[in-house]
T-cell receptor
């Protein structure tokens, strides 16, 4: 149980285009999902906390207009990187917390974004 | 954002050897977690620690939640080739702060057969 999927697993796009990444909890409902970014050989850095039915909470230094987050249902959150640039190339990982209130976050397999 | 200090940064050991890594923070956490990440994958939870002083095992892995709540260590006994990967500690704050995780800088483990 507690499986989180991400789609796509890998995406290459041209500079200036927008890219949408989906995060789904497959066998549980998640009121809260988290989006992380990981640069090569670096740690995971929290970008934002996504709450079902409300606006996401962004970490300091993360542009909310550039990284649009939508958490429209208890099993789906999306991250849209708008007007992507090469410096946005990174590994984006989501995690989801079961609504039963257990603290554990279950992580998705990540999405590798490459902006040319 | 804040990161936890994790050491060593990397380790290259012989199969069968024991491994020890630790994580320190300037802040107190209510929960300490240890994850393993394989290349191109998301992190997978290894051990969760919920109480200061707690010592928990999961197979060959043993982790402890420091008494000060500002540190934790992870031991791997009798390492095997599939232990290769990056190990991250993570501290979790209060539920009122959103249960956010703060990750360590990572320890890269290589195992020589």
């Amino acid at each position: 149980g507690a499986v989180v999927s991400q789609h796509p697993s890998r995406v290459i796009c041209k500079s200036g285009t927008s890219v949408k990444i989906e995060c789904r909890s497959l066998d549980f409902q998640a009121t809260t999902m988290f989006w992380y970014r990981q640069f090569p050989k670096k740690s995971l850095m929290l970008m934002a906390t996504s709450n079902e039915g409300s606006k996401a909470t962004y970490e300091q230094g993360v542009e909310k207009d550039k990284f649009l987050i939508n958490h429209a249902s208890l099993t789906l959150s999306t991250l849209t990187v708008t007007s992507a640039h090469p410096e946005d190339s990174s590994f984006y990982i989501c995690s989801a917390r079961d609504r039963t209130g257990i603290h554990e976050q279950f992580f998705g397999p990540g999405t590798r974004l490459t902006v040319l | 954002g804040q990161q936890l200090n994790q050491s060593p940064q990397s380790m290259f050991i012989q199969e069968g050897e024991d491994v020890s890594m630790n994580c320190t923070s300037s802040s107190i956490f209510n929960t300490w977690l240890w994850y393993k990440q394989d290349p191109g994958e998301g992190p997978v939870l290894l051990i969760a620690l919920y109480k200061a002083g707690e010592l928990t095992s999961n197979g060959r892995l043993t982790a402890q939640f420091g008494i000060t709540r500002k540190d934790s260590f992870l031991n791997i006994s009798a390492s095997i080739p599939s232990d290769v990967g990056i190990y991250f500690c993570a501290g979790q704050g209060k539920k009122s702060s959103g249960d956010k995780l703060t990750f360590g800088t990572g320890t890269r483990l290589a195992v020589r057969p």
